[in-house]
């Protein structure tokens, strides 16, 4: 699959929809903003699915 492809099918997530993944707060994401990927569109901050799908399964067990 194409770069773009992939881009393109990237599922983005909200900062509420992150937080209830993560079992954290907004504010958590907000302090710790600078070791988890995101994308701000205006306003907006969005994540991406894999990536937090990678993040869950760097968890400890």
Request: charged share 30%.
């Amino acid at each position: 699959m194409s770069q773009t492809n992939e881009n393109a099918n990237a599922q983005l997530l909200t900062r509420d929809e992150v937080a209830n993944i993560l079992r954290c707060s907004k504010t958590f994401l907000y302090l710790h903003r600078d070791k988890i990927p995101r994308v701000k569109l205006g306003r907006k901050v969005l994540y991406d699915r894999s990536v937090i799908d990678e993040l869950v399964k760097s968890f400890p067990k």
